[in-house]
């Protein structure tokens, strides 16, 4: 049995409109990140880690695990936690990441980087507190009619993609290529697998398990968001070097700054665009099987090569 909304009830390709959908989605999205952390003492806390998590951003991670587990059966409300769960994630990596001991950034989603405006210290607090949080808010929030080995089936899950398997792993492989122009195309890729593609396959996977999908629909969902993934890093690699600050809402131009190896540096602008396109392309063939009801998963996946922040 296939829930419908009113987005994907046997849509008209014509009738979809992907602007519509995100927008609505990322309404939705922000309310539920806004009531997932209330202020209380001590704030200044509190207020850190909301300062990052409500600071705009594309949320594409929770839109594209609402998105699955609408595809695959279920309903918002039981993927809303793990769809926050997910962004508190995603937003603990950004304010890590932004951290002079790493990428020392001094503006991420527009506004000035966590670290800038409440310090290092507490900055570090803010992304700890955000990422025990993902797990208390899946494991507490979850709709208790979804059964409880699918809930710690997705716990189990994002504490792979973020651990040292997954982000925690790309991101100490990036940090030892750093000013190496001798960068393969495979520790590249080892890198943008872990650092982007393995929370982003999360996000979709977890959407998935949530309505109990068989083996074969994870592993065709899984294939999906790797693709999606790989071709989200070439595309933000794309847009480092053609996009501007205020377009990016965080520094621009920084691969090229600090000579770091990307995929255009490996296979120049026109030849990048077109891997990515192949891989949107290989990702949408594996939602062949879900037919009408892919469409959101399909739009966003054409979306992510398309943005142009
Ligand atoms: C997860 C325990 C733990 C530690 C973090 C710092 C770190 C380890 C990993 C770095 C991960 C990282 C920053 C990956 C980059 C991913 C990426 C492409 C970010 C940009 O995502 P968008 O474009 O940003 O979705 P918005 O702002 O729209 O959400």
């Given at each position: 049995?296939?829930?419908?909304?009113?987005?994907?009830?046997?849509?008209?390709?014509?009738?979809f409109?992907?602007?519509?959908?995100?927008?609505?989605?990322?309404?939705?999205c922000?309310?539920?990140?806004?009531?997932?952390?209330?202020?209380?003492?001590?704030?200044?806390?509190?207020?850190?880690?909301?300062?990052?998590?409500?600071?705009?951003?594309?949320?594409?991670?929770?839109?594209?695990c609402?998105?699955?587990?609408?595809?695959?059966?279920?309903?918002?409300?039981?993927?809303?936690?793990?769809?926050?769960?997910?962004?508190?994630?995603?937003?603990?990596?950004?304010?890590?990441?932004?951290?002079?001991?790493?990428?020392?950034?001094?503006y991420?989603?527009?506004?000035?980087?966590?670290?800038?405006?409440?310090?290092?210290?507490?900055?570090?607090?803010?992304?700890?507190?955000?990422?025990a949080?993902?797990?208390?808010?899946?494991?507490?929030?979850?709709?208790?009619q979804?059964?409880?080995?699918?809930?710690?089936?997705?716990?189990?899950?994002?504490?792979?993609?973020?651990?040292?398997?997954?982000?925690?792993?790309?991101?100490?492989?990036?940090?030892?290529?750093?000013?190496?122009?001798?960068?393969?195309?495979?520790?590249?890729?080892f890198?943008?697998?872990?650092?982007?593609?393995?929370?982003?396959?999360?996000?979709?996977?977890?959407?998935?398990?949530?309505?109990?999908?068989?083996?074969?629909?994870?592993?065709?969902?899984?294939?999906?968001?790797?693709?999606?993934?790989?071709?989200?890093?070439?595309?933000?690699?794309?847009?480092?070097?053609?996009?501007t600050?205020?377009q990016?809402?965080?520094?621009?131009?920084?691969?090229?700054?600090?000579?770091?190896?990307?995929?255009?540096?490996?296979?120049?602008?026109?030849?990048?665009r077109?891997?990515?396109q192949?891989l949107?392309?290989?990702?949408?063939?594996?939602?062949?099987?879900?037919?009408?009801?892919?469409?959101?998963?399909?739009?966003?996946?054409?979306?992510i090569?398309?943005?142009?922040?």
């Open positions: 049995m296939v829930a419908t909304n009113k987005f994907n009830k046997s849509p008209e390709a014509s009738t409109s992907l602007s519509a959908y995100l927008k609505e989605r990322q309404k939705l922000v309310t539920a990140l806004d009531q997932a952390i209330p202020v209380i003492y001590p704030e200044r806390i509190y207020e850190a880690m909301r300062y990052s998590l409500l600071a705009g951003g594309k949320r594409v991670r929770p839109i594209l609402l998105a699955t587990c609408e595809m695959t059966g279920g309903t918002i409300d039981i993927a809303m936690p793990t769809a926050c769960a997910v962004e508190m994630i995603h937003t603990m990596s950004l304010i890590h990441d932004d951290l002079p001991a790493m990428d020392n950034d001094d991420r989603r527009g506004k000035l980087t966590n670290h800038k405006v409440y310090g290092e210290d507490v900055a570090i607090l803010a992304g700890d507190g955000l990422l949080l993902a797990f208390e808010f899946v494991a507490t929030q979850t709709p208790q979804v059964p409880r080995e699918r809930v710690l089936q997705v716990i189990a899950r994002l504490g792979r993609a973020l651990g040292a398997a997954g982000l925690v792993g790309g991101q100490v492989v990036d940090l030892e290529s750093e000013g190496k122009s001798d960068t393969s195309l495979e520790t590249l890729n890198i943008h697998n872990h650092k982007t593609a393995a929370l982003l396959e999360a996000s979709v996977v977890c959407g998935g398990i949530l309505t109990g999908a068989s083996s074969q629909d994870v592993q065709r969902l899984s294939r999906y968001a790797q693709n999606i993934g790989l071709a989200f890093q070439i595309v933000d690699d794309i847009l480092d070097i053609t996009e600050q205020e990016l809402g965080k520094t621009a131009g920084k691969d090229l700054k600090a000579q770091k190896v990307t995929y255009p540096s490996l296979w120049g602008l026109d030849e990048s077109s891997k990515a192949e949107i392309e290989a990702a949408c063939a594996e939602l062949e099987p879900f037919g009408e009801l892919a469409q959101p998963l399909k739009a966003i996946a054409h979306y090569i398309s943005r142009n922040h």
